[in-house]
């Protein structure tokens, strides 16, 4: 998704972007500031200043080296949080999403306040095709963080797999209120709304967007919006006069959302032609990319592809 308010995922502050711990005193497990040591007395190591090393060390590029501090970090103070929450961002950027899953739920028994930690967890859920349990982080972060609410369109993405698509809908409206100029929100609105109403009125329904300058955005959205082709979404995303790597970047777009658009349409064939399609494309790293993963594992797995999407004028029952 194209937004400016696009959740920090840094590696190199992983530890560090949940709340104002680490910007404060260094704390016992208790959650009390640790007491200071006697003038002249050698200084004792916390876990806080454990994390830092650990977080220097990762800076350096010594994963090794950064994952046996924030072990020791841990092992020094088992009911500090923030020992979990390093060591799950540390699994996130192996690509470890149990792993990760794991110490978040350390990390959230220690501090259930602490809403990254759930919205952190709800991504990594969701990677692992967990959606109903992404869908709940999730739910919980917002009412941790009530204004968080309407820039969470990962939320809304989980909600679509979740089959929760009323839900879903009304995410991707609240999203546009903060980024109106993305027309992949506008693109999973409309995928929620065909699901429970009919494509003619999630065509009816379409979130116009008036500039979006990534290609084939537009052409995606002259597509779902009833003007456009599917031949027209290719032709922008394989323009020759564009690098390797940003041609690569297009196609990945321009078959992740024609496929989705077909699977919405019914066309089960085309919809796995097109996500097979994406995949090579993808990107590391990028957030979209692992969408079309997560797509292509639930329906290969044989979580059943929504049902048909009803014509104009029928609901759900």
Same mark, same amino acid.
């Given at each position: 998704?194209?937004?400016?308010?696009?959740?920090?995922?840094?590696?190199?502050?992983?530890?560090?972007?949940?709340?104002?711990?680490?910007?404060?005193?260094?704390?016992?497990?208790?959650?009390?500031?640790?007491?200071?040591?006697?003038?002249?007395?050698?200084?004792?190591?916390?876990?806080?200043?454990?994390?830092?090393?650990?977080? $220097?060390?990762?800076?350096?590029? #010594? !994963? /090794?080296?950064? =994952?046996? +501090?924030?072990?020791?970090?841990?092992?020094?103070? @088992?009911?500090?949080?923030?020992?979990?929450?390093?060591?799950?961002?540390?699994?996130?950027?192996?690509?470890?999403?149990?792993?990760?899953?794991?110490?978040?739920?350390?990390?959230?028994?220690?501090?259930?306040?602490?809403?990254?930690?759930?919205?952190?967890?709800?991504?990594?859920?969701?990677?692992?095709?967990?959606?109903?349990?992404?869908?709940?982080?999730?739910?919980?972060?917002?009412?941790?963080?009530?204004?968080?609410?309407?820039?969470?369109?990962?939320?809304?993405?989980?909600?679509?797999?979740?089959?929760?698509?009323?839900?879903?809908?009304?995410?991707?409206?609240?999203?546009?209120?903060?980024?109106?100029?993305?027309?992949?929100?506008?693109?999973?609105?409309?995928?929620?709304? $065909?699901?429970?109403?009919?494509? #003619? !009125? /999630?065509?009816? =329904?379409? +979130?116009?967007?008036?500039?979006?300058?990534?290609? @084939?955005?537009?052409?995606?959205?002259?597509?779902?919006?009833?003007?456009?082709?599917?031949?027209?979404?290719?032709?922008?995303?394989?323009?020759?006069?564009?690098?390797?790597?940003?041609r690569q970047r297009q196609l990945f777009y321009a078959?992740?959302?024609?496929?989705?658009?077909?699977?919405?349409?019914?066309?089960?064939?085309?919809?796995?032609?097109?996500?097979?399609?994406?995949?090579?494309?993808?990107?590391?790293?990028?957030?979209m990319g692992r969408v079309a993963m997560v797509h292509?594992?639930?329906?290969?797995?044989?979580?059943?592809?929504?049902?048909?999407?009803?014509?104009?004028?029928?609901?759900?029952?």
């Open positions: 998704m194209n937004i400016a308010s696009r959740f920090t995922h840094s590696i190199l502050t992983f530890w560090l972007i949940a709340g104002t711990l680490a910007a404060e005193a260094a704390l016992t497990p208790s959650g009390t500031p640790s007491k200071p040591g006697k003038p002249g007395s050698k200084s004792v190591a916390t876990a806080e200043s454990i994390l830092g090393d650990a977080q $220097a060390a990762y800076a350096r590029g #010594d !994963k /090794a080296e950064a =994952l046996s +501090l924030i072990n020791k970090a841990i092992k020094a103070e @088992p009911d500090y949080p923030r020992g979990y929450f390093a060591r799950a961002r540390l699994h996130t950027a192996s690509g470890e999403s149990q792993k990760a899953v794991e110490d978040f739920d350390q990390a959230i028994r220690l501090n259930p306040a602490d809403a990254d930690s759930y919205h952190l967890r709800g991504v990594e859920h969701f990677f692992l095709g967990h959606t109903a349990d992404s869908v709940r982080d999730f739910n919980q972060y917002i009412a941790i963080n009530p204004a968080g609410m309407p820039y969470h369109w990962q939320r809304g993405i989980a909600l679509y797999y979740a089959e929760q698509y009323a839900e879903g809908r009304r995410q991707f409206e609240a999203h546009q209120t903060v980024n109106a100029q993305d027309v992949e929100n506008s693109a999973w609105h409309y995928f929620c709304v $065909a699901r429970a109403e009919g494509v #003619d !009125k /999630a065509r009816s =329904l379409w +979130l116009p967007v008036t500039s979006d300058p990534r290609i @084939p955005m537009m052409q995606i959205q002259a597509l779902m919006s009833g003007t456009g082709t599917p031949e027209q979404v290719l032709q922008a995303a394989e323009a020759v006069n564009a690098s390797a790597a940003t078959h992740l959302y024609l496929g989705l658009y077909y699977e919405v349409h019914g066309d089960m064939k085309k919809s796995r032609e097109h996500i097979g399609l994406s995949l090579p494309q993808v990107a590391k790293d990028d957030y292509d594992k639930l329906r290969k797995e044989g979580d059943k592809p929504p049902a048909k999407a009803k014509p104009r004028g029928k609901r759900e029952e």
